[in-house]
């Protein structure tokens, strides 16, 4: 009996075992091929969305709401007093765009965007327009650095200029 028992959990655990292998390496890789081939379970989705691309549904660059992002080098600037230099901020950011073209035409105009970033924030956060009790503002400088970049690169280039990551550190 005890036999019996010990051959019928053995099986159990084989049979278990060889069909979590055929899901695995049968089932999953026919499913892959199937979905890249076109083949959905849900076909009336996949023809809606064909439809629309053949429409030209979306924005101005033919993509509906695919938006990139540019995450540009980041801007590390001193602050200044009486003294002499007593914080650095640093600054990284992304600037969110429509798609692939407006990307390329952010990427090769990064230099001057930081060029014009760097002039901007250097003036005024150490005339302190955009500190508030030794504290930046950030929702002063998203701001100003929206106006740069719209004015640059046009605002159809652009959706949002995104602060990635704001630091500031006293010296």
């Known amino acids: 009996m005890r036999k019996i028992l010990i051959?019928?959990?053995?099986?159990?655990?084989?049979?278990g075992g060889g069909g979590g292998?055929?899901?695995?390496?049968?089932?999953?890789?026919?499913?892959?091929?199937?979905?890249k081939d076109g083949d959905t379970a849900h076909g009336e989705a996949k023809e809606g969305e064909e439809a629309e691309h053949a429409e030209g549904g979306g924005d101005a660059h033919?993509?509906?709401?695919k938006s990139e992002f540019v995450e540009l080098d980041p801007?590390?600037?001193?602050?200044?007093?009486?003294?002499?230099?007593?914080?650095?901020?640093?600054l990284v950011i992304a600037?969110?765009?429509?798609?692939?073209?407006a990307k390329d035409k952010?990427?090769?105009?990064?230099?001057?965007?930081?060029?014009?970033y760097i002039q901007d924030m250097y003036g005024m956060l150490n005339?302190?327009?955009?500190?508030?009790?030794?504290?930046?503002?950030?929702?002063?400088?998203?701001?100003?650095?929206?106006v740069i970049t719209k004015d640059i690169m046009g605002k159809d280039t652009v959706k949002e200029v995104?602060?990635?990551v704001v630091q500031q550190r006293p010296i």
């Open 106 to 116: 952010v990427k090769s105009m990064s230099p001057k965007l930081k060029d014009a």
């Open 21 to 35: 292998a055929y899901y695995v390496f049968v089932m999953q890789p026919a499913q892959a091929a199937a979905l």
């Open 162 to 164: 995104l602060l990635q």
């Open 95 to 101: 600037i969110e765009v429509p798609g692939p073209s």
């Open 127 to 146: 005339e302190h327009a955009a500190m508030k009790g030794g504290v930046v503002q950030v929702a002063v400088i998203k701001e100003r650095l929206n």
């Open 7 to 15: 051959l019928l959990v053995v099986l159990l655990v084989l049979g």
């Open 75 to 90: 801007l590390i600037l001193p602050i200044l007093d009486n003294s002499g230099v007593n914080q650095v901020v640093s």
């Open 62 to 65: 033919g993509e509906k709401g």
